[in-house]
Nanobody, 123 residues
Framework: QVQLVESGGGLVQAGDSLRLFCAASGRMFSMYDMAWFRQAPGKEREFVVAIAKTSGSTYYADFVKGRFTISRDNGKNTVYLQMNSLKPEDSAVYYC????????????????WGQGTQVTVSS
C-alpha cells in the first residue's frame, strides 16, 4: 500500500509555470505506475499524464502535450509535474495516483489517490 501527498499548487497567471510534487510513503514505490489527474468544478476527473514503473515511459493527454512534463525520482519516492504555459482552463484540483499490477492503458486502474492540490490560473 502507498500513501500519496501532493503539494505545489497555487494561484498563477496565464503563461506562468508551476511544479507539483507527489510524495509517496510505503514500500516499493518503484513498482507503481504513477499518474496525475485533475478535476475542475462541475466536471469529471480527467487523466493528465502517467509515468510507467519500469520503463519510465510517459503518456500525456493531448491537451497538455508540449506544456507539461512528468518525472519521478524513485530514490526520493516522489513524482513531479512540471507545468509550463499554463492556461485558465488548466485550473483544477490536481490529484496524484498510483496503481499496482494493472496492465493496459495508463488512463485507468489507479488504486491509490492523494488528497489533491489546487491550481488556479488567472487570465
Amino acid at each position: 500500500q502507498v500513501q500519496l501527498v501532493e503539494s505545489g499548487g497555487g494561484l498563477v497567471q496565464a503563461g506562468d509555470s508551476l511544479r507539483l510534487f507527489c510524495a509517496a510513503s510505503g514500500r516499493m514505490f518503484s513498482m507503481y505506475d504513477m499518474a496525475w489527474f485533475r478535476q475542475a468544478p462541475g466536471k469529471e476527473r480527467e487523466f493528465v499524464v502517467a509515468i510507467a514503473k519500469t520503463s519510465g515511459s510517459t503518456y500525456y493527454a493531448d491537451f497538455v502535450k508540449g506544456r507539461f512534463t512528468i518525472s519521478r525520482d524513485n530514490g526520493k519516492n516522489t513524482v513531479y509535474l512540471q507545468m509550463n504555459s499554463l492556461k485558465p482552463e488548466d485550473s483544477a484540483v490536481y490529484y496524484c495516483a498510483a496503481r499496482w499490477g494493472i496492465i493496459g492503458s495508463y488512463t485507468y486502474g489507479y488504486q491509490y489517490w492523494g488528497q489533491g492540490t489546487q491550481v488556479t490560473v488567472s487570465s
